[in-house]
């Protein structure tokens, strides 16, 4: 069975840092286009970034040069540093693979908030 499962997510002040993590299993993970989604309260699911198997990255405009993302193959885990975190980051970070297979994990609740 292919799962993904997220962790780091935290509550964090504005101008502060976190790192999420998203371990995979039942699949090899640089096999897959992975991306990281968010969900905030009352909004609809967004695309905040992707890294491709050959190890292309894509951001939202919105956190670009603010996050980072990567993905260690020896252990199956896909990272999103995220750094000048803002309020309106705060929501449910959700990592997936949507090629060539699509499935997410559970997510993680980041909240920015002084």
């Known amino acids: 069975e292919k799962q993904l499962a997220e962790s780091g997510g935290g509550l964090v002040q504005p101008g502060g840092s976190l790192r999420l993590a998203c371990i995979g299993s039942g699949f090899t993970m640089k096999e897959c286009t992975m991306n990281w989604v968010r969900q905030a309260p009352g909004k609809e699911l967004e695309w905040v970034s992707s890294?491709?198997?050959?190890?292309?990255?894509l951001y939202r405009d919105s956190v670009k040069w603010r996050f980072a993302i990567s993905r260690d193959d020896a252990k199956n885990t896909l990272y999103l540093q995220m750094n000048s975190l803002k309020v309106e980051d705060t929501a449910v970070y959700y990592c997936?693979?949507?090629?060539?297979?699509?499935?997410r994990g559970q997510g993680t609740q980041v909240t920015v908030s002084s």
């Open positions: 890294i491709y198997p050959g190890g292309t990255v």
């Open positions: 997936s693979c949507s090629h060539p297979e699509n499935f």
